[in-house]
């Protein structure tokens, strides 16, 4: 596996304002990807983080609300933007180790809350 | 379509109880991964196993076993013995071989008490 680590591990945010969490991987990774968990919820694919191009996002997801940056094979950042209480969420990073790409390994999570 | 589900929404049992976990799930591919994860209350997904569709063997790890049954598409996650540090929510989730998106199911809550 791999250490994932998180910045910030939790935030409390006033609506409108904007929020990047950092991911940091230990190791190079293929594949990184961003989650959110809603209260009580399972979680939901936001976005693929892809290395040197532009993120790919799911249905529902948009990249002017959720901005993603992936610089190199080690870390990303997900920017929750122009925030309202209804992104108070977990927000999780995951990756895919070369070799065992199927298997996903998850950061510790970022708990926001929104005023 | 893909599906998983967890009918299970909640589960409380006495520790040192047995207790299994369901998971159902669909998917027209013949290739495909299942994973359990655990969530424990600090917020972090844990990986405790991933197991591939042309292995139906049931596997055993300390007190936690599953029952991967493609006659009924189901991989059930027993855990014998229960303790207190159990308690989480449980996520079962499949993926299609290649498209690297997991499809989680609702999770189930599991409550060990003391």
């Known amino acids: 596996s791999a250490v994932i680590s998180q910045k910030p591990s939790r935030d409390i945010c006033q609506r409108g304002t904007s929020l990047t969490i950092q991911c940091q991987v230990d190791?190079?990774?293929?594949?990184m990807f961003w989650y959110r968990q809603q209260p009580g919820q399972s979680l939901t694919l936001i976005a693929t983080?892809?290395?040197?191009?532009?993120?790919?996002?799911e249905s529902g997801f948009v990249i002017d609300k959720f901005p993603i940056s992936r610089p190199n094979l080690t870390f990303s950042t997900l920017t929750v933007s122009n925030m309202s209480p209804e992104d108070s969420s977990i927000y999780l990073c995951s990756v895919g180790l070369a070799g065992d790409d199927d298997t996903q390994y998850f950061g510790p999570g970022t708990r926001l809350t929104v005023l | 379509a893909q599906k998983v589900t967890q009918a299970q929404t909640e589960i409380s049992v006495v520790e040192k109880e047995d207790v299994t976990l369901d998971c159902v799930y669909e998917?027209?591919?013949?290739?495909?991964?299942l994973f359990w994860y655990k969530q424990p209350p600090s917020g972090e997904l844990v990986f405790l196993i991933r197991?591939?569709?042309?292995?139906?063997q049931n596997e055993i790890s300390g007190r936690y076993s599953w029952n991967f049954q493609k006659s009924t598409s189901s991989f059930n996650f027993t855990i014998t013995a229960s303790q207190v540090v159990d308690s989480a929510v449980y996520f079962c989730a499949l993926i299609e071989r290649g498209t690297y998106k997991y499809i989680f199911g609702t999770g189930t809550r599991l409550k060990v008490l003391a």
């Open positions: 983080a892809n290395q040197g191009s532009e993120a790919t996002y």
């Open positions: 998917t027209r591919d013949t290739t495909y991964y």
């Open positions: 190791s190079q990774v293929t594949m």
């Open positions: 197991r591939n569709s042309f292995d139906e």
